[in-house]
């Protein structure tokens, strides 16, 4: 006897529609149980696929965010901090932070191809800019050093370990050059600019032509302007003719190779000078910078321009990784183009090279070790506006001698003998401000002098006599060497410090000054 019945057999039963094994009443229909069941399975498989997409999506964001990360931190070169002085100015000397811009002439790397040159020459330094920005944040002021500057250089470190002696008198972009390495010395330039300054560098950046290049093209071009055509000849004044048109007279964008031509151009603009290269600099850096803004302080704007950047950038190793190079970039996005300023260290010819005038040097100095912008207002953070007062003057008068002295005709070379960051700048301005001729800057041998000593070479004591009324207390010492030395001590220290007032930016300097936010066509008397 076959086993059928009217729900049909087995095998049909597991084709039928309901998976459960039943069919309708007799029509074949679903029956409204198993439909929703149905329905739920269905919409439990299409949820499963959505979270299997959007988490596989999420890998591969996040993959690729650390890959672009650990592109970044391949991409960073760092310098050796072992380089740096260990007689540095002390951390906290400034308020602020103190970022050291170097622009690299350097031929390597395929830079040879943007700016020409032997690839085998030693790096140099070709623009230096020291960028101070304020404590509260808001407010940054850009200092332009020029490279024939006469400065003191401090003893550096050598690439076989040894370090030099200390150089007096010699060109600041000589500093780069020490050791005479293809990818220049970052240290001892923040060497010599922190004996300068009395500041210490929080930060050191060396960029070079493809860096510079590329970021140039990275925003889309930076708006310039030219008082009068520019030829090739300009740009390279052994070429025996004219040559093609580089840069029509009036404004326009370059970028790349271009930009760089620009900025590199010394000659068919203006005087021809190297303190006119660096106004036009101070522009184009400025309009660079209302590049960036303008499209936004955010990561994602950042990482292309940090792409950029750091093939081709030499860092400290406190900016030596993607993190903190982004960080630091997004912790300026406060400073308005308007509070960030341009301006030359206060200069002067002597001959062919140019000389740093005091007591203006100090002053600025003093201002941005106290976080006082150009006008003399506190940027400190703190809410509090200080008076404008003339800060060489207050500060000098308690340390100085009652009776007037003329130091007319008298050369002076001022050196720090004690630990206290700036003295000798702050000895330097009270000699200037007497009529004296200061003939450098440099820390002393040794730093445990508890007074000043005024040292004098053969010849010489009435003059010493003179420079030791400005410094009350202070002892003479005869010396071999034909010249005058002031070593000043603890106790001027002491003085200094008790007389300290409000400082700012000397008019001289301040008047000269650039914004960011200026019209690129605005000042183009370029020296």
Same mark, same amino acid.
């Given at each position: 006897?076959?086993?059928? +019945?009217? =729900?049909? &057999? !087995?095998?049909? %039963? $597991? #084709?039928?529609?309901? *998976?459960?094994? /039943?069919?309708?009443?007799?029509?074949?229909?679903? +029956?409204? =149980?198993? &439909? !929703?069941?149905? %329905? $739920? #399975?269905?919409?439990? *498989?299409?949820? /499963?696929?959505?979270?299997?997409?959007?988490?596989?999506?999420?890998?591969?964001?996040?993959?690729?965010?650390?890959?672009?990360?650990?592109?970044?931190?391949?991409?960073?070169?760092?310098?050796?901090?072992?380089?740096?002085?260990?007689?540095?100015?002390?951390?906290?000397?400034?308020?602020?932070?103190?970022?050291?811009?170097?622009?690299?002439?350097?031929?390597?790397?395929?830079?040879?191809?943007?700016?020409?040159?032997?690839?085998?020459?030693?790096?140099?330094?070709?623009?230096?800019?020291?960028?101070?920005?304020?404590?509260?944040?808001?407010?940054?002021?850009?200092?332009?050093?020029?490279?024939?500057?006469?400065?003191?250089?401090?003893?550096?470190?050598?690439?076989?370990?040894?370090?030099?002696?200390?150089?007096?008198?010699?060109?600041?972009?000589?500093?780069?050059?020490?050791?005479?390495?293809?990818?220049?010395?970052?240290?001892?330039?923040?060497?010599?600019?922190?004996?300068?300054?009395?500041?210490?560098?929080?930060?050191?950046?060396?960029?070079?032509?493809?860096?510079?290049?590329?970021?140039?093209?990275?925003?889309?071009?930076?708006?310039?302007?030219?008082?009068?055509?520019?030829?090739?000849?300009?740009?390279?004044?052994?070429?025996?003719?004219?040559?093609?048109?580089?840069?029509?007279?009036?404004?326009?964008?370059?970028?790349?190779?271009?930009?760089?031509?620009?900025?590199?151009?010394?000659?068919?603009?203006?005087?021809?000078?190297?303190?006119?290269?660096?106004?036009?600099?101070?522009?184009?850096?400025?309009?660079?910078?209302?590049?960036?803004?303008?499209?936004?302080?955010?990561?994602?704007?950042?990482?292309?321009?940090?792409?950029?950047?750091?093939?081709?950038?030499?860092?400290?190793?406190?900016?030596?990784?993607?993190?903190?190079?982004?960080?630091?970039?997004?912790?300026?996005?406060?400073?308005?183009?308007?509070?960030?300023?341009?301006?030359?260290?206060?200069?002067?010819?002597?001959?062919?090279?140019?000389?740093?005038?005091?007591?203006?040097?100090?002053?600025?100095?003093?201002?941005?070790?106290?976080?006082?912008?150009?006008?003399?207002?506190?940027?400190?953070?703190?809410?509090?506006?200080?008076?404008?007062?003339?800060?060489?003057?207050?500060?000098?008068?308690?340390?100085?001698?009652?009776?007037?002295?003329?130091?007319?005709?008298?050369?002076?070379?001022?050196?720090?003998?004690?630990?206290?960051?700036?003295?000798?700048?702050?000895?330097?301005?009270?000699?200037?401000?007497?009529?004296?001729?200061?003939?450098?800057?440099?820390?002393?041998?040794?730093?445990?002098?508890?007074?000043?000593?005024?040292?004098?070479?053969?010849?010489?004591?009435?003059?010493?006599?003179?420079?030791?009324?400005?410094?009350?207390?202070?002892?003479?010492?005869?010396?071999?060497?034909?010249?005058?030395?002031?070593?000043?001590?603890?106790?001027?220290?002491?003085?200094?410090?008790?007389?300290?007032?409000?400082?700012?930016?000397?008019?001289?300097?301040?008047?000269?000054?650039?914004?960011?936010?200026?019209?690129?066509?605005?000042?183009?008397?370029?020296?």
């Amino acid at each position: 006897m076959s086993i059928t +019945s009217s =729900r049909g &057999t !087995a095998p049909s %039963r $597991r #084709r039928g529609g309901d *998976r459960g094994g /039943r069919s309708g009443p007799g029509d074949g229909a679903e +029956s409204p =149980r198993a &439909t !929703a069941r149905d %329905r $739920r #399975r269905k919409r439990g *498989r299409r949820l /499963r696929t959505v979270l299997v997409v959007c988490l596989s999506l999420t890998v591969l964001v996040v993959a690729g965010a650390g890959w672009v990360y650990l592109k970044l931190d391949g991409d960073i070169r760092t310098f050796d901090s072992g380089g740096l002085s260990d007689n540095r100015p002390a951390a906290g000397s400034s308020k602020g932070e103190n970022v050291l811009v170097i622009g690299s002439d350097a031929r390597t790397d395929g830079n040879a191809a943007l700016g020409g040159g032997d690839k085998t020459a030693i790096g140099r330094s070709d623009t230096t800019l020291l960028l101070h920005i304020y404590a509260d944040h808001k407010h940054a002021l850009a200092v332009s050093i020029p490279r024939d500057t006469l400065v003191t250089i401090p003893p550096c470190k050598l690439p076989n370990g040894s370090w030099t002696q200390t150089q007096q008198n010699t060109m600041f972009n000589a500093a780069f050059s020490v050791g005479e390495t293809d990818k220049g010395n970052p240290a001892c330039t923040q060497n010599t600019v922190e004996q300068l300054t009395g500041l210490r560098v929080d930060h050191t950046v060396v960029v070079d032509f493809k860096g510079f290049a590329s970021l140039t093209q990275v925003v889309g071009g930076v708006k310039v302007c030219l008082p009068n055509d520019v030829y090739q000849k300009d740009l390279n004044p052994n070429r025996a003719t004219r040559g093609t048109l580089l840069f029509p007279k009036g404004e326009q964008t370059v970028a790349g190779k271009q930009a760089l031509d620009y900025v590199r151009l010394r000659h068919g603009i203006g005087d021809g000078s190297d303190i006119g290269r660096i106004k036009r600099q101070q522009a184009f850096i400025a309009s660079l910078l209302k590049e960036v803004k303008s499209k936004g302080f955010t990561p994602t704007r950042l990482l292309p321009l940090a792409t950029a950047a750091t093939k081709s950038l030499t860092v400290d190793p406190g900016l030596g990784s993607a993190d903190k190079l982004l960080s630091f970039a997004m912790s300026m996005k406060g400073i308005d183009l308007h509070n960030t300023k341009f301006i030359t260290i206060p200069w002067r010819y002597t001959g062919s090279r140019v000389s740093v005038v005091e007591p203006d040097a100090s002053e600025l100095w003093a201002a941005l070790r106290e976080d006082r912008t150009i006008d003399g207002k506190d940027a400190s953070g703190k809410g509090k506006q200080g008076k404008k007062t003339d800060g060489a003057k207050a500060s000098a008068s308690p340390a100085a001698s009652a009776e007037p002295v003329s130091g007319a005709g008298i050369s002076v070379a001022v050196y720090n003998g004690t630990t206290v960051t700036g003295l000798g700048a702050k000895g330097a301005q009270l000699l200037t401000a007497d009529g004296f001729s200061v003939t450098g800057t440099a820390t002393a041998t040794s730093q445990d002098h508890a007074t000043t000593v005024v040292q004098y070479g053969p010849g010489l004591e009435s003059q010493a006599r003179t420079v030791a009324k400005v410094f009350p207390g202070a002892t003479l010492e005869q010396i071999g060497a034909a010249r005058i030395n002031v070593v000043l001590g603890q106790s001027y220290a002491t003085a200094a410090s008790a007389s300290a007032a409000p400082a700012k930016v000397p008019s001289t300097v301040a008047d000269g000054a650039r914004s960011a936010d200026e019209n690129p066509c605005d000042n183009l008397t370029y020296g």
